[in-house]
DNA sequence: GGCTGGGCTGGAGCCAACTCCAAGTGTTAT
DNA sequence: ATAACACTTGGAGTTGGCTCCAGCCCAGCC
């Protein structure tokens, strides 16, 4: 698969993708013999993870550090448990402070509704 | 309150209070004569709103927009509205990129905890 | 009155994460 | 074989959101 290919497949730009490799959150890329990329099986794995990873607010340093641990081998195994157990604690923080955003939208959205229908607002308290 | 009290109250810098004051998505903060701030219980709102609605991942231009559309009166009732509902909307979708991420997380932390114990891992599939 | 400490401003600097660019190479269609 | 186009690289530039700084002001205390 072309960097094309893949950038359409995933709603990605090209730049990005070779940013991604460069910096190291995803293996080298396997080659044409002319150089050029051509996304295997196992590469659009990688590709897959990042973005999944990168659009949920995982940092690019944590995924350096995830992709350098799985090259090293089976001794990074516990270093590597640490670390996505770090992250999905991170994400985990991050899922409750969205969701208290959203309720006080939620509430916000509800008095709004209300005062569309009356013109005047009405709050339980500023903000 | 000083701004001293209220970067501790909330944790945040008094750099952030004040760069929040300056584009706006914080209406400007009461005074003493000495010309410093002296947030009264009205800020304080303000504040928490804008703390909550930042680390939830809200951007700067949509609270400066939010904060404009109050300053004006009831007329922009709508417009806020709308721009409540795009904003919920916004974190809705990143919620589900969350999750997304947390169910890939919690699937390799279960394969990693496995492998801890018998120290080989066995991929489902890669990633 | 002088010192200390907190606060003020405007503007520069910084960081993460892209995003864009120039100059060159490879591939394909006519 | 030559145009047209995709792809390559290294490095510079951009963006959003702070963060820091210099130089100043003001209030309280000895």
Redesign the pocket.
Same mark, same amino acid.
């Given at each position: 698969m !072309? #960097?094309? /290919?893949v950038?359409e497949k995933y709603g #990605? !730009?090209? &730049? !990005?993708?070779? @940013? @991604? /490799? %460069? $910096?190291g959150?995803i293996p080298p $890329?396997s +080659? !044409?013999? =002319? =150089? %050029? +990329? &051509?996304y295997r099986e196992e590469d659009l794995g990688w590709v897959e993870q990042?973005i999944c990873m +990168?659009s949920a607010? $995982?940092?690019? &340093?944590?995924l350096i550090e995830y992709l350098k641990l799985c090259q090293i081998g089976n001794e990074t195994i516990s270093a590597r448990l640490n670390l996505l157990k770090k992250q999905r604690e991170l994400l985990f923080e991050q899922k409750q402070r969205l969701e208290a955003a959203m309720d006080r939208l939620n509430y916000k959205v509800s008095v709004y509704e209300e005062a569309e229908k009356t013109g005047e607002l009405i709050w339980d308290k500023e903000n």
């Open positions: !072309t #960097i094309k /290919e950038s #990605i !730009t090209q &730049d !990005t993708l070779r @940013y @991604y /490799e %460069k $910096v959150i $890329v +080659r !044409t013999k =002319g =150089g %050029k +990329r &051509d990042a +990168r607010g $995982v940092s690019i &340093d944590a």
